[in-house]
């Protein structure tokens, strides 16, 4: 029971943290993004290197190094995007006059590089990672990736609670794809297979098998309820900035919904 609380801990303190530490460094003075971007790039190529090694361990210290590695990982994909960096083919405006279709073909254009970029980087760990603990650090990055995929449609399709204060100055232009409306037809649908699937890997965790299995579903599970949450805070005004305060600098105005935290950070928003 210990093990089960203290990967509870360690999810909820890697997304508060990564999510933080990624929000701060894409609002910092653009003197120094360059130089933060490119230690990142240096720490993701490190981690992609350190794949098979890493994956390979079969003990908790292996599952709880894959789950932080698949975070590493991701979290570069979203400074890269945040930083305007690698993003897509378009960055003018919605029209508006557009259509629910153009907007949805549009918006993927303003973020298709990143995109293709994230299932580049998934294939890219299912062909490195050993068959032991890969599944963590498969379905860690996977986890991150559908609520991030969920969390985009749903801002397309109009939510209650989002601010563009947190968009950086480069992507503006972002906030001209989401609607905002008090519900839409898709949130309900997404949130009762989210909260399904996050109730079924949870008592997946609290069935007998070894100890580095329960702790990798455990860690995963965490961080789909994570995913959930941030689904809500696109619904309700539950003051959530607060939790990243330290990562606002103060010249900037912190805002009720970061536009693209490591959310789901780490499951990400935009």
């Not at 990967?7 to 933080?20: E, R």
Request: with cysteine; aromatic share 12%.
């Amino acid at each position: 029971m210990f093990e089960f609380w203290m990967a509870i801990l360690v999810a909820v303190a890697g997304w508060w943290f990564f999510t933080g530490l990624i929000l701060w460094s894409v609002h910092v003075v653009k003197g120094r993004q360059p130089f933060i971007f490119a230690l990142a790039t240096l720490l993701f190529l490190v981690g992609l290197f350190l794949v098979p090694s890493i994956s390979a361990l079969d003990s908790v210290t292996g599952v709880v190094l894959s789950f932080t590695l698949a975070i590493v990982l991701w979290g570069w994909l979203e400074m890269a995007y945040l930083m305007n960096i690698i993003t897509g083919v378009h960055h003018m405006p919605c029209p508006k006059n557009a259509t629910l279709t153009s907007r949805f073909r549009l918006g993927l254009g303003t973020c298709l590089y990143h995109e293709l970029g994230v299932v580049f980087t998934g294939a890219l760990i299912v062909s490195l990672a050993e068959a032991g603990a890969m599944s963590v650090i498969f379905w860690t990055y996977s986890t991150l990736w559908m609520m991030r995929w969920s969390a985009k449609l749903n801002l397309v399709l109009g939510v209650r609670n989002y601010n563009r204060d947190w968009l950086p100055s480069d992507l503006q232009y972002v906030d001209s794809y989401i609607r905002r409306k008090p519900m839409n037809g898709l949130f309900p649908l997404s949130l009762v297979v989210a909260v399904s699937v996050t109730v079924w890997v949870f008592l997946l965790s609290l069935d007998p098998r070894p100890i580095p299995e329960q702790i990798g579903l455990t860690l995963v599970a965490t961080l789909l309820a994570l995913g959930v949450l941030e689904h809500l805070f696109l619904m309700l005004p539950l003051g959530e900035g607060r939790l990243w305060g330290w990562a606002s600098p103060a010249e900037e105005p912190l805002a009720q919904h970061p536009a693209d935290p490591l959310h789901s950070g780490l499951p990400s928003q935009t």
